[in-house]
């Protein structure tokens, strides 16, 4: 069985920062992409990030360039979400997920989605 369990939610000012982990175990895809990716009360689920197994590739949608960092540690089996200088507008249900084959971006294109963590941002 797949899972997916992400941790390191909070309540947060802003300008501060955190560090999501996302765990996953049950799968056993030859290349993979592991994205983040947000949902806001009242909004559209949206991507925030992704890597890619075979060559570490990354991708970062407008609004996390510059200030989130994803990274994995596959001894852990382990995606990092480093979020810093956090704004308001990042508030949301954090939610990792993962998808077979390398450099999917697309949110309908993964197979398999964690339960999410809240991340609030305090002006």
């Known amino acids: 069985e797949v899972q997916l369990v992400e941790s390191g939610g909070g309540l947060v000012q802003a300008g501060g920062s955190l560090r999501l982990s996302c765990a996953a175990s049950?799968?056993?895809?030859?290349?993979?992409?592991i994205g983040w990716f947000r949902q806001a009360p009242g909004k559209e689920r949206e991507g925030v990030s992704c890597?890619?197994?075979?060559?570490?590739?990354?991708y970062y949608a407008g609004s996390a360039k510059g200030r989130f960092t994803i990274s994995s540690d596959n001894a852990k089996n382990t995606v990092y979400l480093q979020m810093n200088s956090l704004k308001p507008e990042d508030t949301a249900v954090y939610y990792c997920?993962?998808?077979?084959?390398?450099?999917?971006?697309?949110?309908?294109?993964?197979?398999?989605w964690g339960q999410g963590t809240q991340v609030t941002v305090s002006s």
């Open positions: 997920a993962v998808a077979k084959g390398s450099w999917v971006v697309e949110a309908d294109e993964y197979d398999y």
């Open positions: 890597i890619s197994s075979s060559d570490g590739v990354t």
């Open positions: 049950g799968f056993t895809f030859d290349d993979y992409t």
